[in-house]
């Protein structure tokens, strides 16, 4: 989305402190840091946008918009198909390699009539090889707030379920559960007690979602932003290694805990 980003997500990347990366193809910088990218121990996959409109691509829908579309029947293939190829396309030419994994800016990878057309495009242009998909079933997740649950729980409702169902129907991967759902704010001690519940709620397999970047100057950022940054602050802090150890955990790449079928 922007160089501030990137470079939270690659200074992590350095550390190992994530296992993914999920990127806007056709975002402002994803061309200048792509190759960067490359040289970390992490999942690059596509962050498939209808909602920002990332890069000028037009038209996007305001998320409540596509929900409702979506949940009505009114999403026209064509207008979907059409995205999710421009930003494959993307993705390839400039990374250099198909995505290992795909999910959804705001979730609208799962959404009715979203999540069937990615199924099929991905089929047809991967065959055996293809991308993970993010799954955001919820874990049970004690302590981290009725409002934190019960954000969690409406995303995994949005498709979670169905998602689950093609993936298992079909063989693919996809992560266990899915953590890290909050409201975006609270600054670095309120996200450090969060992280200390998700790492006590996860599993073998389970997804935690972050959303890292570097500080910004005054002014230049907005809430969202400044706790980004707060997050960043907290997924570098030297601590990490001792909280991870402490939960017996480690931060791993799902494709390699979840290889591609044997063809």
């Known amino acids: 989305m922007n160089r501030a980003i990137d470079a939270g997500i690659l200074d992590l ?4 402190r994530l296992g993914a990366a999920s990127c806007m193809s056709l975002g402002p910088s994803f061309a200048e840091h792509a190759a960067a990218l490359r040289e970390m121990d992490v999942d690059a996959g596509l962050h498939f946008d209808l909602t920002e409109g990332v890069g ?3 038209p996007a829908v305001a998320l409540k918009t596509l929900i409702g579309r979506a949940y009505t029947a ?3 293939p064509a207008w979907v198909n059409g995205h999710l190829e421009r930003q494959l396309d993307a993705f390839e030419r400039i990374y250099g390699a198909a995505p290992a994994y795909l999910d959804g800016h705001q979730h609208v990878h799962q959404l009715p009539g979203v ?7 991905l089929e047809r242009r991967y065959g055996a090889r293809k991308p993970w998909l993010r799954c955001t079933l919820p874990r049970s997740q004690p302590g981290v707030g009725l409002a934190n649950a019960f954000k969690a729980q409406v995303i995994g409702a949005l498709g979670g379920h169905a998602l689950s169902r093609a993936v298992r129907r079909r063989g693919w991967r996809s992560n266990e559960r899915f953590l890290g759902v909050y409201g ?3 600054g670095a001690e309120h996200y450090a007690q969060l992280l200390g519940r ?3 709620a996860a599993r073998d397999g389970d997804l935690m ?3 890292p970047a570097h500080a910004v100057a005054s002014g230049e950022g907005d809430a969202l932003m400044q706790q980004r940054a707060a997050e960043f602050e907290v997924l570098s802090s030297e601590d990490m290694p001792r909280w991870l150890s402490a939960s017996g955990l480690r931060v791993e790449r799902l494709s390699r805990i979840r290889p591609e079928p044997t063809r």
Do not use: N
């Not at 990347?13 to 190992?16: C, E, F, M, Q, S």
């Not at 999540?115 to 495009?121: F, K």
């Open 13 to 16: 990347a350095r550390a190992g």
């Open 56 to 58: 000028g691509q037009a």
């Open 74 to 76: 009114r999403l026209a």
């Open 115 to 121: 999540l069937s057309r990615v199924i099929e495009m």
């Open 184 to 186: 975006l704010s609270g």
């Open 198 to 200: 998700w790492f006590d």
């Open 209 to 211: 979602m972050c959303h």
